[in-house]
């Protein structure tokens, strides 16, 4: 049966040269119309999304259609943007059975499916470090994927293309289905036996080669965007009867619509022990719970349930009581999920004596949700974070509507004031060919300082932050470390600045699906760190930690990370102390 889809995918045309330079000229006039970090890319990274001439050339030269969309990901994949990013037309998949990170700078195995790799004939193990690929360094080889699979963050870039190497979808990686049947692989045993293994690629889906220069590539993508189990939404409550409205609102989250495969459908893997487990080629991304083991004594409160939008408990270290509230992302812009964190807020006000906040590996959502939660934590007014927008025509119209829906529905006048306020500015920019507008307030917050709840958290606190602490979850430790709430403890933030739209149709001959960031998030101060102008910028620069703190060595992983939570307790304790007369 793989024979015969093989041989079918051949069938098709390519595309001429002139359809491939149509094609090109499509994508990078969608990204000079809307792509809102432009100049950021420019003046930050050197690099220029309007000088295309090398890139057409490679367009021109191209001998298959899989280089032509090579080459067109690797235009994109240069912005070094998480929020945007090219996805082919193609569920094809090619999966070795194991997966890896990076840990201690080196790959590192931290995952195996068994059901793929039996222990008797694949002996190696969670911890082993995985050393090449037919030949090729395994980092190498992520190295080479980065091209494709640009990030916000290096750190995140590599540990996302990382996954690629060993599950290696066609609809981010065009040239998957070039792997071969089997590949050699070069394993470290952690007693530094080094072992190789062949091991076949399990392929499954339709391999597309060929483009048709008259047909459509083949198959949609059945690959799932970041977190299947929640559909990004609006509730009424919160926006009841504002569609118009409530579609700006949808326009200030971020990377749940950004074209990331990490699986392709929720399975399972077999563990060492033979228990299934759900599947994540990046462990712990969008995860309800901590990768880590909570500590000895930890009172679960919210996470048992498939209805708890947060993780939560309480623990006892030196003598203290020490709270903690996991978000997972910030798609609890809802009367439910708000109320659910109000509530914690509330016990944790009354039951601890300080607060650990982890949004670690938190892949994102609406904004507001990051807002209304730095108005429970901050017990003082605070200054919020805005966003600079690309004065497109489209987000130009959407504000327009909302004006007319609110005029319509007889809002309150400051609301309509300002929606037009902002409208204007919007139509002013473009008018005056301006490539952004100032900063605007998120979510028609009135104003950029805004009052804190009664109940906000009044203790001291720490946040734990990553580099996969994505797009809102950069927002929301950087609102905290404006305002001096508290530590910012880990790793420099994903670095994904900015609010995203799509995945839409983006090219032509090609039907590449594309999403493209349309606004810079701009922090209420400057900062100023090494290789970046200073700036209010979060786009790539990220929300820097107090206290570096890097979850990503193997001791952690082979001890469930209580050297990482250890280290975590003595920060929120000794802030805990340094805050009593």
Same mark, same amino acid.
């Given at each position: ?16 040269e ?9 994508l #990078?006039a ?18 220029s999304?309007?000088? #295309?001439?090398?890139w ?9 259609d ?9 235009? *994109? ?11 082919? @037309? ?29 222990? &008797? ?44 190497? #060993?599950l &290696? ?19 470290? @045993? ?13 392929? $499954? ?16 993508s ?19 009867? &504002?569609?118009?409205r ?28 033979g ?22 004594? +930890? ?19 030196d /003598? ?55 108005? %429970?934590l901050i ?13 497109s025509?489209?987000i130009?119209?959407? +504000?327009?509507?909302a004006l ?25 920019a473009?008018?005056?060919s &301006?490539?952004?507008? /100032?900063s ?12 804190s709840?009664a ?19 950069d927002?929301?430790p950087? %609102? ?12 420099? $933030? ?6 995203? #739209?799509?995945p ?36 790539? *620069? ?7 703190l890097d ?31």
């Open positions: 049966m793989v024979s015969v889809l093989l041989l079918t995918s051949n069938l098709f045309a390519a595309l001429t002139e359809q491939r330079v149509q094609d090109f000229q499509t #990078t969608a990204y000079a119309k809307a792509y809102g970090p432009a100049n950021w890319k420019l003046l930050a990274l050197g690099n999304i309007f000088d #295309t001439a090398g057409m050339k490679r367009v021109r030269a191209a001998k298959s899989l280089e032509h969309l090579q080459v067109m990901m690797e235009y *994109v994949g240069a912005f070094k943007d998480t929020h945007t990013a090219l996805q082919m @037309r193609s569920n094809f998949l090619a999966d070795l059975g194991f997966y890896c990170d990076v840990y201690d700078g080196k790959a590192v195995i931290d995952t195996i499916d068994r059901a793929i790799l039996p222990t &008797r004939t694949y002996p190696f193990v969670v911890g082993d470090e995985f050393v090449s690929l037919d030949g090729r360094p395994a980092l190498e080889v992520a190295q080479e994927l980065e091209k494709v699979a640009g990030w916000g963050n290096p750190r995140a870039q590599l540990r996302y293309a990382l996954q690629g190497v #060993t &290696r979808f066609q609809g981010g990686y065009p040239l998957a289905v070039n792997l071969p049947d089997e590949s050699s692989v070069a394993i470290k @045993r952690q007693d530094g036996t080094l072992e190789t293994y062949k091991i076949r690629w399990e392929k $499954t889906g339709y391999p597309v080669r060929n483009l048709g220069s008259l047909g459509t590539p083949g198959a949609l059945s690959s799932v965007y970041f977190d299947d189990e929640e559909a990004t939404r609006v509730e009424a409550g919160v926006l009841a009867d &504002r569609p118009a409530k579609a700006i609102v949808e326009k200030f989250q971020g990377t749940q619509k950004a074209i990331r495969n990490f699986r392709t459908e929720r399975r399972t893997v077999v563990n060492d022990e228990k299934s487990l759900p599947f994540e080629s990046l462990r712990g991304f969008g995860a309800r719970a901590p990768r880590w083991t909570t500590p000895s004594g +930890f009172l679960i409160r919210l996470g048992r349930s498939a209805t708890d939008t947060f993780y939560s408990g309480t623990y006892v270290a /003598g203290l009581r020490i709270g903690y509230i996991r978000a997972r992302n910030y798609l609890f812009y809802t009367n439910a999920g708000l109320n659910q964190l109000a509530n914690e807020i509330v016990y944790m006000n009354n039951n601890t004596d300080g607060l650990v906040v982890d949004v670690m590996l938190n892949n994102g959502g609406v904004v507001c949700a990051a807002v209304e939660m730095a108005a %429970m017990p003082q007014e605070l200054t919020i974070s805005g966003f600079s927008f690309r004065p025509q489209a130009i119209s959407s +504000f327009d509507a007319t829906e609110a005029e319509f529905f007889g809002d309150a006048q400051h609301e309509i004031d300002l929606i037009r306020f902002q409208r204007d500015l919007l139509v002013g473009n008018e005056t &301006r490539g952004m507008t /100032g605007l307030t998120p979510c028609f917050y009135s104003d950029f300082k805004q009052t709840y109940f906000a958290y009044q203790k001291p606190m720490i946040v734990l932050v990553d580099d996969f602490s994505t797009s809102a979850a927002l929301f950087a %609102m905290i470390q404006d305002n001096a709430r508290g530590k910012l403890v880990g790793m420099r $933030t994903n670095g994904a600045g900015g609010n995203v #739209t799509g839409v149709p983006i090219t032509s001959w090609s039907e590449l699906l594309g999403t493209e960031t349309i606004s810079m998030a701009m922090r209420s101060k400057e900062w100023s760190y090494e290789g970046f102008p200073k700036s209010p910028f979060i786009e790539n *620069v990220g929300v820097r930690p107090d206290v570096e979850y990503m060595t193997v001791d952690n992983l082979l001890n469930a990370g209580r050297p990482f939570v250890t280290a975590f307790t003595k920060v929120i304790v000794d802030e805990i102390r340094a805050a009593r007369p």
